[in-house]
């Protein structure tokens, strides 16, 4: 049975330590589950009923390419205008709940494991209908136009739908849930889901131009974070800029996963302060 961890909010008492593990750096942020209080919570305009831990926005000095938002709908609460902003596109995904979500006049039903992909200039809604608050993930990026390639169309699904694909030679210990084919060009970043057994392992540092969002959704592990060896479990967020190592150990005992964002299949764009312009 797939179990996903959702924060359950409230304030942690006046007796309690501080979680001591919470950490922001140049190459890497980790925010431990124990920073997901009531305190920090959001709230957005068009969304009834609803809040949110805003966990990745981009900034100087953290995430570049998306934003990241922990939901919280209420039965009863959404929204009819879920984002203003101009050619954004969207991935949800949900951990508790009933929702009904509205793709360009398509209703979709979805629960915990669910999976949306929400095209940029998409007509969108999403009203929560059960009698215990839908609590999903929501990514959001401005999408990338590619000359030449079409653009993608919505995907709805659910993980327990889609196999997960083992890498080679790790004895089945260490796979990924791909909603999206990797060669598929069309879509300018993955949202995906990453599952290591016990003792399963990313036996070198890792180091690419993709930055990552990582939310732990199950169990627990070792991660290396640049040169942090840091233990994770379910609930913690980590983001990874660009080229930060990373490697992992998940020694049990149980399994241990995470949804991951990552930005792919595009140029690295030349602009910006001291970018190189062709002599005229």
Known sequence: MTQYYAPPGGLPPQTAL???????????????????SDIVTSF?????????????R????FSETFSQYVMEVQPGGGSDAPDAEDGAEHWLFFTDGLATLTIDGTGYELDAGGYAYIPAGSRW??????KTPARFHWLRKLYE????????????????????RFMPDTQDRWGTTRFVEPDDLRHDAHVNIVT????????????????HGLYVLEGKA???LNQDWVEVEAG????????????CYAAGPGRFRYLLYKDVNRHATLRGPGAYRPAR
Not at 26 to 32: E, L, Q, S, T, V
Not at 44 to 50: I, N, Q, R
Not at 125 to 130: P, R
Not at 236 to 247: E, G, S, V
């Open 44 to 56: 957005l305009p068009g969304w009834t009923h609803t809040r949110l831990w805003l966990i990745a």
């Open 58 to 61: 981009p900034m100087s000095g």
């Open 236 to 247: 913690d967020f980590m983001w990874l800029r660009a080229y930060c190592p990373q490697a």
């Open 145 to 164: 136009p590619a000359p030449g390639t079409p653009r993608p169309e919505p995907i709805v699904t659910n993980e327990r739908d889609v196999p997960i």
């Open 222 to 224: 070792v991660y290396k």
């Open 125 to 130: 809604t999403l009203l929560a209908e059960g």
């Open 18 to 36: 501080m979680t001591q593990r919470a950490v922001f750096t140049n190459a890497y942020a980790f925010i431990p589950r124990g920073c997901f």
């Open 196 to 211: 290591f057994q016990p003792g399963g392992v990313i036996p070198f540092e890792e180091t690419h131009v993709m930055e």
